[in-house]
């Protein structure tokens, strides 16, 4: 069941009034605490200091050898039970410290003992603020015994030197006060402020609660059916007028109602405008995504008459369309070029930048050029008008089939991978130039490279070894060569599988930032041309 609004603000001001009860009582309890901890502070070294002030020193120390009472001693005595009666402590009495003991000379009781010469041992840790206090340095001026267990109880200690005719202290007056009584004085003013507290808040509650109701709920409600009004309104296409005549920020707000009624209806035309706008952008999106998957090689097997090689490649945009693309064609019977290739940027304008460069590399190509001269030409021709400052990497790279041998070009992009027959894939590094598009009149070295039967190259873009983990780790080279490794013998499709398997297995559905492109290349050579024409 729903609460109303004066509920929630009642609620709301009584758990306010119990959280300021609460912090009320323990800032009192507090302030309380330490007044009576300064008073008895201040009480017990007024007292201490005053009656060892009044003692002889050396008569003291005296009473302890010779164990002999005189009048001397009597009238201390009778100043101890004075100040006792006076000040009202819980013990107080004169001591001298022997050994890790207490020694008696005078106490106003010690429970019918014989006062002087009475030992016992200090209570625990009291030994050397004891000493600190006959000595007269400074430190805490009272020392508490809160152990309920305690055989004199929970008190708090005062004490201060006795001292003998050179001025060196010989004994100290102590002065017990129980902590029993100051508590309870302390929990009874905390009840009664406590009390008063909450008469006083019970009272503004509900002087409070009568003006909300009058001066808030009801105009809310008022407006809560304007505001009902006006949704009705908006489906019967009636233009919504508001009758609240408040005369204060309700009414501004009923006024605002109004406002927003013509916004909202301009909003939903404004809205229907973008959705059907933003529905032909998709589709016009999934038009450009299907041009650009229409001008990659898609057929598999790719040349079905050709069994001196094998070739697979796959592309996975990050989004519609991506900026990532491969290409492979035949530049003449006994030559085969093969392109991997990664634009900057996303969406369509990485796409349009891309099917310029896929198109220009194949016609310098198939023109005859070589890898670093094909290179060379589309990167004077992308930097004619290059205004939006993309630029691509490239791995570019021809073979010819009757005896392995190729000769690859890289513009900034990732080393490939080649596998020996019966081997492993690993990378092969060497020098990269820039990529394509980022300085005029470039030139890019040539690396020849050399394939044997069963020998496998694996290329691929950034968003391979970039693709990221829930945890915000990157794929890297390692798990690729992990993955390529996986089945080194296997096709280049299963080869392209296991990648993206590995990769799908290591983000664990976390989404995907850049284009994942791949190619794999499987060199077989003329003889298992030769083997399948025999057989």
């Not at 006083?200 to 509900?206: E, K, Q, S």
């Not at 790719?302 to 697979?312: E, G, L, S």
């Not at 080869?495 to 850049?514: K, P, R, W």
Request: charged share 25%; net charge negative; aromatic share 10%.
């Amino acid at each position: 069941m729903r609460k109303s609004i004066g509920g929630k603000l009642l609620a709301g001001m009584i758990i306010l009034t119990l959280l300021l009860t609460i912090g009320v009582c323990l800032f009192i309890s507090h302030r309380l605490e330490q007044n009576t901890v300064d008073k008895y502070e201040y009480v017990g070294q007024a007292l201490t200091g005053t009656l060892a002030g009044m003692i002889d020193g050396d008569r003291a120390v005296a009473y302890l050898e010779t164990r002999e009472k005189d009048d001397y001693y009597a009238e201390v005595l009778d100043l101890v039970l004075n100040f006792a009666d006076r000040f009202e402590p819980e013990n107080l009495y004169i001591c001298t410290s022997s050994e890790g003991q207490l020694q008696y000379i005078w106490s106003n009781d010690l429970e019918g003992e014989d006062t002087l010469g009475y030992t016992e041992e200090y209570p625990a840790d009291q030994e050397a603020w004891t000493y600190s206090r006959m000595r007269g340095e400074e430190g805490e001026p009272l020392w508490f015994i809160r152990d309920p267990d305690y055989q004199y109880g929970r008190l708090a200690i005062a004490a201060s030197p006795v001292l003998n005719a050179a001025g060196e202290p010989v004994a100290a007056v102590f002065a017990d006060f129980s902590l029993r009584e100051i508590e309870s004085d302390i929990r009874r003013m905390v009840l009664s402020i406590s009390l008063c507290v909450l008469a006083l808040m019970a009272i503004y509650i509900a002087v409070y609660a009568l003006y909300v109701k009058r001066n808030l709920i009801r105009p809310i409600r008022k407006l809560t059916t304007a505001a009902e009004s006006m949704t009705d309104n908006l489906e019967a296409n009636e233009v919504y007028h508001s009758d609240i005549h408040t005369g204060d920020e309700l009414e501004k707000l009923s006024k605002s109602f109004e406002k927003m009624d013509g916004d909202l209806r301009r909003y939903i035309e404004d809205n229907l405008r973008i959705t059907a706008e933003r529905h032909r952008m998709a589709a016009e999106l999934d038009l450009a995504a299907s041009i650009q998957n229409g001008q990659l090689p898609q057929t598999f097997p790719a040349f079905p008459d050709r069994p001196d090689f094998d070739i697979y490649a796959s592309m996975t945009p990050a989004r519609t369309v991506g900026g990532d693309f491969y290409d492979f064609f035949m530049v003449d019977d006994d030559h085969i070029a093969l392109v991997i290739a990664d634009v900057s940027g996303k969406g369509v304008p990485a796409s349009l930048f891309m099917m310029i460069s896929r198109i220009l590399i194949k016609n310098r190509v198939q023109a005859g050029e070589s890898p670093a001269q094909a290179l060379a030409s589309v990167n004077g021709q992308l930097m004619e008008n290059n205004q939006a400052g993309l630029f691509v990497t490239v791995w570019l790279a021809v073979v010819e089939l009757s005896t392995g041998r190729g000769v690859a070009a890289n513009a900034g992009h990732e080393h490939p991978a080649l596998r020996r027959s019966g081997g492993q894939y690993e990378l092969v590094k060497y020098k990269h130039a820039a990529p394509v598009g980022i300085l005029k009149q470039m030139k890019f070295a040539e690396h020849e490279f050399e394939l044997h039967p069963g020998d496998s190259l694996f290329v691929y873009t950034d968003g391979v070894t970039e693709a990221t983990s829930r945890e915000e780790q990157l794929f890297d080279t390692e798990r690729m060569l992990d993955a390529l490794n996986r089945e080194p013998e296997a096709d280049c499709q299963r080869t392209l599988e296991n990648v993206m398997d590995g990769i799908h297995a290591f983000v664990d559905g976390a989404e995907q930032f850049d284009d994942i492109t791949m190619l794999c290349f499987t060199y077989f050579g003329s003889g298992r041309e030769e083997k399948r024409e025999s057989a």
